[in-house]
C-alpha cells in the first residue's frame, strides 16, 4: 500500500476493492500497520453501511453519485423510476435482494406500466445493484417492446403547419425545427448566435432536476454545431429581436392545436428533426453530414428514416401487385 505526500502536507492511503477506490488521510506520515489499520477500518465501515443500505438509500446515493455528470433530464428520469418502484422494493436490504425480487417486481411494473417505462426502472434497478451489489446475477424477463412506426409528416403537412403559424411567434422556432434543431436547442438560442446565414448550436434549453427551466450545455459533442438556414429566416429573426421567447413545452401544445385546427395526425415537434433527415436523405446528402448537421451522435434516426422509406415502397409494391392480379382476372 503507497503512502503519498499531498501538496497540502497531508499524507494520504489509497485502495482499489471490488472495482472502487477507498482513501484515509493523515496529518502525519504513518507508518505501515497504522495506515492498513486505517485503511482496514475503513472499509469495515463501509462495509457496515452498505449491509445495512436499503434499495432507497442506494438509489439516492447513486442518483447523488451522478448529478454533476449526468443530464439534467437523465437525472429526472432517475428521480421518477425511485417513484415508480415500489415502497416494499425500495425498503428491501441491497444484499438481501434477489433475481427473484427484482422479477417479481417488474411483474408488478408491467401490469400497469408501459414496456418502456417499465425498461427504464429494470435499468435503473440494474445500475444500482451493480453499483453497491456487484455479485447479483441479474437474468429479468422483460415485457416485450410495442413496435411502433414512426410518422413522418408530408411536405403538404408541414407546408400547412408553416402557412398556419406563418407571422406568429411560433413561425421561427418550427422553421428551425424543420432545419433539424431540437427544441431545448431552439430555446437556448440568442441573436448572438447568429451571424449573417449561420446558427451556432452550442446550448440547450431543459428542465433542471427541480423542473426550473435552465441553459445547460448541447445534449452531446455532436450537438455543438454549426447549420445554415435561408437569409430570409435570419433576417426576419434580427428584425423580430428574438428567436422564442416563451416556454419550450408552449410549442409543443400549440403545435398540437394547429395539427388538430388542420385535420393532421399529431406528431411532436420533435419529429420535423426526423422529416430534416428524410428530405436530405431523399436529396442524396451523405449519411455523415445528415448526422452531422443534426447534431446525431449515432445513426438510429437514419435507420427509422430509412424504414419508413422501405414501408412506402413496400406499400407502393403490394398495390400494384393487387392491380395486376386485378387486371387478369376482371378484364
Known amino acids: ?34 495506515a492498513m489499520l486505517a485503511m482496514a477500518d475503513e472499509l469495515q ?30 437525472i429526472r428520469g432517475y428521480n421518477s423510476n425511485m417513484k415508480t418502484i415500489s415502497p ?27 414496456p418502456k417505462t417499465v425498461r427504464n426502472c429494470h435499468g435503473f434497478i440494474s445500475a444500482v445493484l451493480g453499483t453497491f451489489y456487484p455479485n447479483l446475477k441479474i437474468c429479468t424477463t422483460l415485457p ?13 403537412d408541414v407546408k400547412r ?36 446565414d449561420v446558427v451556432k448550436i452550442n446550448k440547450a434549453k431543459v428542465l433542471s432536476e ?34 422564442y421567447k416563451g416556454y419550450p413545452d408552449i410549442i409543443t401544445k400549440h403545435l398540437k392545436r394547429v395539427e388538430d385546427q388542420l385535420g393532421i395526425p399529431r406528431f411532436p415537434l420533435h419529429k420535423l428533426r426526423h422529416y430534416f433527415a428524410s428530405k436530405m436523405s431523399a436529396m442524396n446528402v451523405p449519411e455523415a453530414d445528415i448526422l452531422r448537421m443534426g447534431g446525431w451522435e449515432t445513426d438510429h434516426v437514419m435507420k427509422s428514416v430509412y424504414r419508413h422509406s422501405m414501408i412506402e415502397k413496400e406499400e407502393a409494391a403490394k398495390r400494384d401487385a393487387a392491380e395486376k392480379l386485378r387486371n387478369i382476372l376482371f378484364s
Not at 453501511?49 to 439534467?72: C, T
Not at 416485450?144 to 403538404?156: A, F, G, L, R, T
Not at 455532436?222 to 426576419?236: F, G, L, N, Q
Request: with cysteine.
Open 88 to 114: 416494499t422494493f425500495l425498503d428491501k436490504n441491497i444484499h438481501d435482494i434477489t433475481a427473484l425480487d427484482i422479477q417479481s417486481e417488474i411483474n408488478r411494473l408491467a401490469k400497469g406500466h408501459s
Open 45 to 74: 465501515k463501509v462495509h457496515k453501511k452498505h449491509k445495512s443500505m436499503n434499495f432507497k438509500a442506494a438509489g439516492e446515493e447513486y442518483i447523488d453519485s451522478k448529478r454533476n455528470v449526468l443530464s439534467p433530464t437523465t
Open 161 to 196: 403547419i408553416l402557412e398556419c403559424v406563418k407571422d406568429t411567434e411560433y413561425e421561427i422556432p418550427i422553421i428551425l425545427a424543420c432545419y433539424g434543431l431540437r427544441r431545448s436547442e431552439i430555446c437556448a438560442l440568442t441573436l448572438d448566435d447568429i451571424n449573417g
Open 1 to 34: 500500500m503507497k503512502i503519498e505526500k499531498r501538496d497540502s502536507g497531508n499524507y494520504r492511503i489509497r485502495k482499489m476493492y471490488k472495482g472502487q477506490m477507498y482513501t484515509v488521510t493523515f496529518d502525519h506520515k504513518p507508518t505501515q500497520k497504522e
Open 144 to 156: 416485450q417492446k410495442i413496435k411502433k412506426e414512426p410518422y413522418v409528416p408530408s411536405d403538404e
Open 210 to 243: 427541480n423542473g426550473q427551466w435552465i441553459i445547460k450545455t448541447t445534449k452531446t459533442v455532436s450537438s455543438t454545431r454549426e447549420i445554415v438556414i435561408p437569409m430570409e429566416i435570419a433576417d426576419k429573426i434580427r428584425t423580430n429581436g428574438y428567436i
